[in-house]
């Protein structure tokens, strides 16, 4: 069972910029696609960004241009790089990782606080 671990939030003022970290307890390389999701207080959780197994990344309309997410196989982590901080960006960020089989088996990290004021 591998185990996803957020880590790198905390509280920033708007306009700045935070490096999130998910750490995975195994090989990363199993998995296909991995992502950062966050969800607002009273708001659903949704996708922030995507990135699979060859690099290639998808992004929210409202973070294009502000975040960048990467991964790092021989780390077994991803990162989601957050600069230009706005408001609107305080949530919960949870990592996700699916490794496709049959079933498709998808993981959860237990998220990082990321908090921008004013």
């Known amino acids: 069972q591998v185990q996803l671990v957020e880590s790198g939030g905390g509280l920033v003022q708007a306009g700045g910029s935070l490096r999130l970290s998910c750490s995975a307890s195994?090989?990363?390389?199993?998995?296909?696609?991995m992502g950062w999701y966050r969800q607002a207080p009273g708001k659903q959780r949704e996708l922030v960004a995507t990135?699979?197994?060859?690099?290639?990344?998808s992004y929210d309309d409202s973070v294009k241009g502000r975040f960048t997410i990467s991964r790092s196989n021989a780390k077994n982590s991803m990162y989601l790089q957050m600069d230009s901080l706005k408001l609107e960006d305080t949530a919960v960020y949870y990592c996700?990782?699916?490794?496709?089989?049959?079933?498709?088996?998808?993981?959860w990290g237990k998220g990082t606080l990321v908090t921008v004021s004013s």
């Open positions: 195994g090989s990363i390389f199993r998995f296909n696609n």
């Open positions: 990135i699979t197994r060859s690099d290639s990344t």
């Open positions: 996700n990782a699916v490794q496709w089989g049959d079933p498709d088996v998808e993981y």
